[in-house]
C-alpha cells in the first residue's frame, strides 16, 4: 500500500538522528561514493603513524572501520549525542575521544600529531592543523565540496548564487598554503543521489543540520508537498554531492616545499551510474 505524505513525514520526523550513522536511508535514498575509497586511505595511512588525531569524529563510525590504529590515537567531537557515541565505539580500540566546541585552539600542544584526519568537517582550522603536526607530519580529509546537494538546498531557500562558491577546493587549498602546509594531492568529484521518498529527505535534513539550516518539516510544508508530488509522478529525486580529497604536509624545517602551485583537478564526476546504490553519507 503506498503510504501517505502525511505518514512519511511523521515517520521521519519522529526518527532518532543521533550519530553520523545513515542506516535509516537503506532503501529509500542511494549516493555514490568517491573514486579514491577515503576510509581505505585513512586505514593504510593510520596503520604507519605514531599519534593520530580525527578532527569532528562524529559518531566515530569511520574511525571505528580501520582495522590498525596507531599507539596514540585520539579523535575531537563537539555534539554530545555523537560523543556518546563515538566513546562506545572507540574507547575498546584504545582511542581518547575528546570534547571539543569545534573552534580554535585544539586542546593539543604543538607538534603533538604525526596524522591529522578529518572527514566531512564542518569547518577547517587550518592554522590549528598546522600547528598540532609535527614537521613532516600529514593532513589527510575528505570534504564536503562546493554547491554539494544544491538541487535540494535552492529547492527549499531558492537560488543561492553567492553560497555555491563555498568550500571550493582552490580556496581551501590556498587557506592550507596560507597556514604554512604544502599541497600534496587534491581531488574532486560530483556525485549522484536519489531520494526515493519524501521521508529520506526529512530525516536527511534534519540530520545534516546545514543543507538547509533550521529545517523542520512543519516550517516547509508547501515545498516538502511540492517535492513529495514530484517524488510520486517523476520518480527519485535527484540532486548532486561533491567531495574533495585533500592531502596537505608540513614541511620539515628547512624543506623548501613540495607543491606549492599546485590547483584542484577539475571537478570530475566519480564513479559510474552502473556502481551508485551506495548508503547515503552525509553532504
Known amino acids: 500500500m503506498t503510504r501517505t505524505f502525511e505518514e512519511l513525514v511523521a515517520e521521519a520526523s519522529e526518527a532518532s538522528v543521533d550519530g553520523w550513522d545513515f542506516a535509516w536511508l537503506d532503501g529509500r535514498a542511494t549516493e555514490e561514493r568517491p573514486s579514491w575509497g577515503y576510509q581505505r586511505m585513512l586505514g593504510d595511512r593510520l596503520a604507519r603513524a605514531s599519534a593520530g588525531l580525527d578532527v569532528q569524529t562524529g559518531g566515530g563510525e569511520v574511525l571505528a572501520g580501520v582495522r590498525t590504529l596507531p599507539r596514540t590515537m585520539v579523535a575531537t567531537e563537539s555534539w554530545p549525542p555523537n560523543l556518546t557515541r563515538a566513546t562506545a565505539l572507540l574507547h575498546p580500540r584504545g582511542a581518547v575521544v575528546v570534547a571539543d566546541p569545534d573552534e580554535p585552539p585544539l586542546p593539543f600542544a604543538d607538534a603533538a600529531f604525526d596524522l591529522v584526519t578529518s572527514r566531512h568537517p564542518a569547518t577547517v582550522w587550518w592554522a590549528e592543523i598546522a600547528r598540532v603536526l609535527r614537521p613532516g607530519g600529514t593532513y589527510l580529509a575528505q570534504h564536503v565540496g562546493p554547491a554539494s546537494v544544491w538541487e535540494l538546498v535552492e529547492h527549499f531557500l531558492g537560488p543561492q548564487p ?5 568550500r571550493h577546493p582552490d580556496d581551501e587549498s590556498a587557506a592550507a598554503r596560507d597556514a604554512g602546509l ?31 539550516p533550521g529545517f523542520t518539516a512543519e516550517s516547509h510544508l508547501p515545498r516538502l508537498r511540492a517535492l513529495d508530488a514530484q517524488i510520486r509522478t517523476q520518480g527519485p529525486f535527484v540532486a548532486h554531492s561533491t567531495r574533495t580529497l585533500i592531502e596537505a604536509r608540513k614541511p620539515e624545517t628547512g624543506d623548501q616545499g613540495l607543491s606549492g602551485n599546485m590547483t584542484a583537478s577539475p571537478l570530475s564526476t566519480g564513479r559510474t551510474v552502473s556502481e551508485a546504490g551506495d548508503r547515503i553519507e552525509g553532504c
Open 162 to 166: 553567492e553560497a555555491a562558491r563555498h
Open 182 to 212: 604544502e599541497i600534496v594531492d587534491l581531488r574532486s568529484e560530483r556525485l549522484r543521489m536519489e531520494f526515493h521518498d519524501i521521508g529520506a529527505v526529512v530525516w536527511f535534513l534534519r540530520k545534516v543540520i546545514w543543507i538547509v
